[in-house]
């Protein structure tokens, strides 16, 4: 069987990263990618675990060496899969999961067609934004401006593979796994 390469998009807040904890405890040989970006850590994160945090410079010269499968500017910061990590796995036969917004997805359909793009969806509107604000790891202007994002990532949503409303994290991993399966 060919190795798979899923990607994950939705909104901030809509926990995708919830849905993805849950479905690799199903996929035990699948890879979640580990990007690189600017924006500095939260408490709790771990370099080279949660994200490769860079500075400005280092990420413009990853773009210029084309070292990143894709990137994108998210509310005031870059965010890029790095190249190399994704297409060591697939070479393996590895399946990956890209956990990555809106932009990046669309770029990874453009160079690598065979992607199946998946979009998390909230249930609601108001869910979105109380769980945004509820999780207090971010100032009122960030959560505005992921709000703002929201808007248009979820008009985004018909352009992909398939859609995975998270009203019931379960649920929404069992989807997510078999896409990955
Ligand atoms: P956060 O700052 O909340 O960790 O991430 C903000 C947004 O950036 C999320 O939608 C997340 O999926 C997205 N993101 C994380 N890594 C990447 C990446 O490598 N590329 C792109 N395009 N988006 C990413």
């Known amino acids: 069987m060919a190795a798979h390469l899923v990607v994950l998009s939705g909104p901030s807040g809509v926990g995708k990263s919830s849905v993805i904890a849950e479905a690799l405890k199903d996929l035990p040989t699948t890879w979640l990618s580990v990007s690189v970006t600017t924006r500095d850590p939260r408490p709790g994160e771990v370099d080279g ?11 413009d010269q990853m773009i210029a060496q084309n070292e990143l499968l894709e990137w994108a500017e998210y509310a005031g910061n870059r965010y890029g899969t790095p190249r190399d990590h994704v297409a060591e796995r697939l070479a393996n036969n590895i399946p990956v999961l ?5 932009q990046g997805a669309m770029q990874v359909r453009e160079s690598m067609p065979e992607a199946v793009l998946v979009f998390v969806q909230p249930p609601t509107w ?3 934004e109380a ?13 505005l401006a992921r709000l703002r994002m929201a808007l248009q990532e979820i008009e985004a949503a018909k352009d992909f593979d398939h859609v995975i409303v998270n009203d019931d994290v379960a649920q929404a991993a069992h989807e997510l796994v078999s896409y990955l399966s």
């Not at 945004?132 to 202007?141: I, Q």
């Open 126 to 128: 108001e869910d979105l």
């Open 98 to 102: 890209l956990e990555i917004e809106v």
């Open 49 to 59: 675990q949660t994200y490769f945090y860079v500075t400005q410079e280092r990420f």
């Open 131 to 143: 769980r945004l604000t509820g999780r207090g790891t971010e100032s009122d202007e960030q959560v």
